[in-house]
């Protein structure tokens, strides 16, 4: 059985490891802190003006992006994109830095799982100088499947992209911006932003009783965290630059500019510290502390190293 049909098969029997290990809940006093420096990197971040070598000195940090692309391999970009206000979407030098590091590791192909646009690319100054990396990306196609979700608490089935679950190799690439919903809205939430069709997204927000788009956050925050159990990304970097802090998700809004770009694979741990820099106690985001419940990361942040430049 090779590694498609493996998750495939995961999603509707529930039987699809996390990438680390469950873990008990954290008390909701715990401190979140810094890990000692003899521990591997796990999650690492740079500051900086020059956002697209933020990015590769972020990875590299990691141990390079040769670790999480095998040479011939498929690769699945999760870019938030669609929007257009500033501070909305991932600033595209950071996603081009991804794009040209995948295909330096020797990925085969590469696709945007939502579909980012020509125009979206082409914000970024780098578009010419990478016109032949954005030429090589590959449409994800419409076909959707339909996968059971058994350890779901509110979500117990979810109709995703079928890119989402055929590529080798998934790379969440989403901006640490403000969302009226959930209040943060980072690796967890760009998941159902880039993956998940219409008939679940209006479950997520109305399936709970809510009468309007984000009146049950709750609800909203648990069926965000289920939606992890399907898939859990091998890479997350996240754009934590410039960001709307209000009026999210769609903004306009203010604008902070931390200027980080911060990689890691434990998405819980990632969203708990990108949250943080976002200004929030990360243990007030309901969907960090219940994904952290259903065993998908750690959001103690003193159980992982943490370098920053």
């Known amino acids: ?22 873990t008990s809940k954290l008390p909701m006093g715990a401190d979140l802190g810094i890990a000692s420096s003899s521990q591997r990197v796990g999650i690492s971040a ?35 994109s669609p929007w257009q206000n500033p501070g909305t979407y991932t600033n595209p030098d950071v996603a081009l830095a991804v794009l040209r590091m995948c295909l330096d590791a020797g990925a085969s192909a590469i696709f945007t799982v939502e579909g980012a646009s020509a125009d979206y690319w082409h914000r970024s100054g780098l578009a010419g100088e990478y016109s032949s990396e954005i030429a090589a990306i590959r449409p994800s196609g419409a076909k959707e499947v339909s996968v059971e979700i058994p350890r779901g608490v509110s979500l117990k089935e979810a109709v995703v992209s079928h890119a989402f679950l055929e590529c080798d190799v998934l790379i969440d690439i989403p901006v640490a911006k403000d969302h009226d919903g959930t209040r943060y809205t980072g690796t967890l939430k760009n ?20 009468q309007e788009f984000y009146g049950d956050p709750r609800f909203l925050s648990q069926c965000i965290a289920d939606l992890g159990l399907v898939r859990q990304p091998d890479l997350n970097v996240v754009d934590a630059t410039e960001f709307v802090t209000t009026n ?62």
Request: glycine share 14%; proline share 5%; aromatic share 6%.
């Open 1 to 22: 059985m090779d590694r498609r049909e493996f998750l495939k098969r995961s999603a509707v029997f529930g039987i699809g490891a996390p990438l680390v290990a469950p």
């Open 46 to 80: 740079v500051t900086g003006r020059d956002y697209f070598a933020s990015t590769v000195r972020a990875v590299e940090m990691l141990g390079g992006m040769g670790n999480y692309v095998p040479s011939g391999s498929t690769v699945g970009l999760l870019v938030n």
């Open 191 to 210: 998941l159902m932003g880039a993956c998940v069709h219409n008939p679940t997204c209006r479950f997520m927000h109305f399936g709970g009783g809510a």
């Open 248 to 309: 999210g998700p769609a903004g306009p809004g203010d604008i902070a500019r931390p200027r980080k770009v911060v990689a890691g694979t434990d998405m819980v741990a990632v969203d708990a510290y990108c949250a943080e820099v976002r200004g929030l106690r990360s243990r007030d985001v309901q969907m960090i502390r219940m994904a952290h419940e259903h065993g998908l990361g750690n959001m103690d942040l003193t159980a992982t190293q943490v370098r920053e430049e």
